[in-house]
């Protein structure tokens, strides 16, 4: 069963906080919503768990527009929210028991599930204990068992891993490939790039309400092109020390993407020449202008780079 | 077990381990009217109020008081965790939950409050009754008791989480609590006997649902001879008896109820 989302958006006042939002899900795979502040993701997710009321747009499932019935919505998602707010006055084990009451999961049932969840989030220990002494990890591991508790068909995960060390975070991405894998889709907003590398399949890239880009994160690379530069004539390059680069790449033509950065001069190569005959052609174009190579970095595009040329404008 | 019924237990029961954790939110609900009891009572001991007010000393007299206070703060201060609910976040976890209706978040709250409320009346009753001071009224007067605590309960819990979905931060509610609570209290039966007011302070003291509250549990307190129908207090508009001050709470309720409802169901969604 697929998740259909088409033409969602919402208004405050005069502000199109989302302009239109369409993608699928299959069952086991993951769309990350990328953007900065104020793109639109936690508005999008907001609609998509039923705390906001959309404008227009449908959700799919089955054949059936579930924003016509927000409780079955509810039924079918687990959702983890940006904000970390949990009840600090519970165990973790009371925790997910008022979770599983709120549900309307018997504990006599659910128990053996919340503990197990409990355990794979490894606070097996420390689920007698009170969330409120839980470290940041703690909580957004039983924050995670929490949403998990129902058996939910599509997790919305809202900036999940915010504010947490390298370990901690990949323990969770971990966790919830374990959970994909067992047919749970995933809708995820983040700003951090590995983790949407990591988790997902498809990424939408949003700014101001709009999906500027979407494609699979190796469909997004390959638009930019074969290689990245990051050029610098000097440890601090000002305006026209990256005019002057600008004039010297303006001869390549197609070949290359400006984007304006505010450290190096920034290029997507689109060309077929190998790392070091690449760099090689700089020097010589470097040299011939009369300018001083200060650093030069060569590198594969990334989902980063997807994401600044996206979201910087590309001339 | 019925899922509605389900959910309002859990919620409650999430109110009831706050309390068990957080002892002192309880016994300092307790002991304001404590204060209150012990301390008036030793003001005006040899004041002629007890004599005009029928009840023996002034201790018997404002316990009435002191309970309808109990569970008319607790009420008013009902609001206060949810609007942290709403601050902190909580209170989306509780909206994107499969709820069969979301005012099971009031409901749940609402009984919290009142059973939290009995208690700590039943502690004010049984340390009264050390002092001297009985209920009169038998079983029946104990079920007035308990009903017109539960009017004055709902009344002002409903008012208090009208205003926490209302308000933005907690310490509004905080203030409006406090202005509230005095003048209440004082322009009530709660402490003098409506007689000894000037006549322009009848009506808002009549009116006062701490007086429609008070005035009953006066009469089962301190009547053995007490009946639905008689005469217990004299307003500026009518004869009030136990029934008419029950009927007038149970009407203001149910108007608050639907105004509450309008408000509540828009802001739950």
């Known amino acids: 069963m697929s998740l259909e989302i088409k033409g969602l958006r919402k208004s405050y006042k005069n502000v199109d906080a989302l302009k239109s939002l369409s993608f699928s899900l299959e069952p086991g795979k993951a769309v990350a919503l990328l953007g900065p502040n104020g793109a639109g993701k936690s508005t999008a997710i907001k609609l998509l768990v039923t705390l906001l009321q959309p404008d227009g747009g449908e959700f799919n499932w089955q054949g059936q527009n579930l924003f016509e019935k927000p409780s079955a919505i509810r039924n079918l998602l687990g959702y983890v929210s940006q904000e970390l707010a949990m009840d600090k006055q519970l165990t973790g084990t009371e925790f997910m028991r008022f979770c599983a009451g709120v549900k309307h999961l018997h504990w006599k049932t659910s128990g053996p599930r919340a503990l197990d969840l409990l355990d794979r989030m490894g606070l097996s220990e420390a689920k007698d204990q009170l969330v409120g002494e839980y470290s940041g990890g703690m909580k957004r591991r039983l924050d995670l068992a929490s949403a998990l508790l129902t058996e939910p068909q599509i997790l919305v995960l809202d900036e999940p891993t915010t504010g947490l060390d390298v370990e901690a975070r990949e323990t969770i991405w971990k966790l919830i490939r374990g959970f994909m894998e067992q047919g749970c889709s995933l809708i995820l907003a983040s700003h951090d790039f590995r983790e949407v590398q990591e988790l997902t399949d498809q990424v939408l890239i949003m700014e101001k309400g709009s999906v500027l880009k979407e494609g699979s994160p190796d469909e997004l690379k390959s638009t930019l092109g074969n290689l990245i530069i990051r050029l610098k004539t000097q440890e601090f390059m000002g305006a026209e020390a990256k005019t002057s680069v600008r004039r010297v790449f303006e001869k390549w033509g197609d070949e290359v993407t400006w984007h304006d950065d505010e450290v190096f001069a920034t290029l997507a190569f689109r060309g077929s020449d190998s790392m070091t005959q690449l760099q090689s052609r700089i020097y010589d174009a470097m040299s011939e202008a009369d300018l001083e190579v200060y650093s030069l970095n060569l590198q594969r595009p990334d989902l980063e780079d997807v994401y600044r040329f996206a979201l910087g404008g590309q001339r | ?269």
Request: proline letters at 5%.
């Open chain 2, 1 to 269: 077990m019925n899922e509605r019924l389900m959910e309002i237990r859990a919620l409650a029961w999430r109110w009831f381990l706050h309390s068990k954790r957080t002892p002192m939110v309880v016994i300092s609900g307790l002991i304001q009217p404590l204060i209150w009891l012990f301390l008036f009572s030793a003001v005006f001991k040899n004041s002629p109020m007890r004599e005009l007010a029928g009840s023996g000393s002034y201790l018997a007299f404002i316990t009435p008081g002191a309970l309808v206070f109990t569970a008319f703060t607790a009420a008013l201060n009902g609001g206060i965790p949810i609007l942290f609910d709403r601050e902190l976040g909580f209170l989306d976890r509780l909206l994107v939950a499969p709820l069969i209706s979301r005012l099971s978040i009031i409901w749940a709250t609402g009984f919290h409050i009142f059973v939290m409320t009995l208690l700590q009346c039943l502690v004010i009753i049984v340390l009264t009754t050390i002092m001297g001071v009985y209920i009169k009224g038998g079983l029946l007067g104990g079920m007035v008791i308990v009903l017109t605590l539960a009017l004055v309960s709902l009344l002002f819990t409903t008012l208090s989480l009208t205003l926490a979905f209302v308000l933005r931060r907690h310490f509004e509610l905080i203030s409006i609590v406090m202005i509230i609570s005095l003048p209440m209290a004082f322009i009530s039966t709660a402490f003098a006997p409506v007689k000894y007011m000037p006549a322009w302070l009848t009506w808002p003291v009549s009116l006062n649902p701490v007086t429609l509250a008070v005035e009953p549990l006066r009469a089962v307190f301190f009547d053995s001879g007490w009946s639905w129908g008689a005469t217990i207090y004299q307003a500026p508009f009518a004869d009030m008896s136990v029934t008419s001050c029950l009927v007038v709470l149970g009407l203001g309720n149910l108007l608050i109820g639907y105004l509450a409802r309008g408000v509540i169901a828009r802001k739950l969604g």
